[in-house]
């Protein structure tokens, strides 16, 4: 298992949901530490280096913005929140501060922990990102810029195969509309998405056998996109 022995840092000031936390995270063969305040996580962060934070919002001491913001400031280490339902503008602050992705309380013990593989795994990876992709019965090589299906070769555009390559950085996890405008088109296009939700479109056409209801790129409402693939490259 790559993923044993990885640290993570637990920010929340909840004794209850830190304790879930940790034994969901600990039976997964995570070491866990844990930080109650703002000012602790930051102190935890500097001196343990976790592989990982994951972070309540609503601290006693400080926003977990603030954590967020001053953490991203030095650190590339992934970061997952934990935010409540009713929180979409937070939610959407937190991505911008640098956050990697969010899982909303109240959590599955699954969902969590898919969230927290996927943020590892591309921590490991670092910048570089999948070659070759398996999305159900279409095989796409991104380092060729070539897609199978199972009626042979699909013909990606340029721009679709820059969108794919963008989603595929951050596999498995959310990335927002508008770093996939500015990255894909430019930060001049920022605001306009249209062009974007005609890509996506097509490319479900392309990938997925039900476009309707599409399994590896998926929407994530009002944020942005995320892309799933079967297995790990
Ligand atoms: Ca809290």
Not at 98 to 115: C, I
Not at 158 to 167: A, G, H, K, Q, S
């Amino acid at each position: 298992m790559t993923e044993a022995m990885h640290q993570i840092l637990v920010i929340e000031d909840e004794p209850g949901i830190r304790n879930v936390l940790k034994v969901l995270l600990e039976a997964e063969r995570y070491r866990v530490i844990q930080a109650d305040t703002a000012l602790r996580a930051e102190i935890e962060t500097r001196s343990h280096k976790p592989d990982l934070l994951l972070i309540d919002l609503g601290l006693p001491d400080a926003d977990g913005l603030t954590v967020i913001r001053r953490v991203r400031a030095w650190s590339p280490v992934p970061i997952v929140v934990l935010s409540a339902r009713t929180m979409e503008d937070q939610k959407i602050a937190a991505l911008d501060a640098g956050a990697d992705d969010y899982v909303t309380k109240p959590f599955s013990a699954a969902e969590l922990l898919a969230r927290v593989r996927a943020a590892l795994r591309r921590n490991v990876r670092g910048a570089k990102q999948a070659d070759t992709l398996k999305l159900g019965e279409v095989r796409l090589d991104l380092g060729k810029r070539e897609a199978h299906g199972p009626a042979g070769e699909l013909h990606l555009t340029p721009l679709e195969y820059r969108v794919i390559e963008c989603l595929a950085r951050h596999l498995g996890s959310i990335v927002m509309q508008n770093q996939l405008i500015r990255e894909v088109w430019g930060p001049q296009r920022q605001g306009d998405s249209r062009g974007l939700r005609v890509c996506i479109k097509n490319l479900r056409g392309k990938l997925e056998s039900d476009p309707r209801k599409p399994r590896y790129l998926v929407t994530e409402a009002g944020l942005g996109y995320r892309l799933r693939a079967d297995e790990e490259p």
